[in-house]
């Protein structure tokens, strides 16, 4: 078997990777506005949470995802327990922009908690139980009109990294859990 260190990527694109579960949900590109929360009926594009733990916190129709220019918008839609956006509740109806790495929370407490991230797939390896072939996170940097300062550079790369050792802890104490007798 060729170890390259690299695994051959088969598609690009963005999702919602939910905590508590390792779930991923796709952002599908060619939408617009994709609606998160526990509808009734279940629409294309549309991250229905009903069946993950927690969701009584989530409302019916709890945010949404605007997508203008390739620029990812997170709404609070008016729901009942709030959203937070990297532990900062969102004003009712405004838009805050996303930025790869950021922490969603559907309601308090991180009980329903996504991370918006770019997705590569990759051709897949034997399960084993060290290995689970996922997500793979790639950082991004600077803005492409904009300049950023250092200060703004490390306090972003800060942020996302804190997420991702905040993931990476949880998965490591439930594999753990797994491996107890």
Do not use: C
Request: aromatic letters at 10%; glycine letters at 8%.
């Amino acid at each position: 078997m060729q170890n390259s260190g690299r695994l051959p990527t088969i598609g690009l694109g963005l999702e919602l990777f939910h905590v508590q579960t390792d779930t991923s949900f796709a952002l599908l590109p060619n939408l617009t506005t994709i609606r998160i929360g526990k509808p009734k009926s279940h629409f294309l594009g549309d991250i229905n949470v009903s069946d993950l733990p927690n969701a009584n916190f989530v409302s019916r129709n709890h945010a949404e995802i605007q997508i203008e220019k390739n620029i990812y918008y997170l709404v609070d839609v008016g729901s009942s327990n709030g959203t937070f956006l990297n532990n900062t509740r969102l004003e009712e109806r405004k838009r805050y922009q996303l930025n790869l790495g950021d922490k969603i929370d559907l309601g308090p407490g991180s009980k329903v908690t996504f991370l918006f991230l770019s997705k590569q797939k990759v051709a897949p390896e034997p399960p084993t139980s060290l290995n689970n072939p996922g997500t793979v996170i790639q950082l991004e940097f600077g803005e492409t009109n904009v300049k950023a300062t250092l200060k703004e550079s490390l306090s972003k790369f800060f942020r996302i990294f804190g997420n991702i050792l905040n993931y990476t802890w949880r998965s490591l104490k439930k594999l753990f859990k797994k491996l107890r007798p």
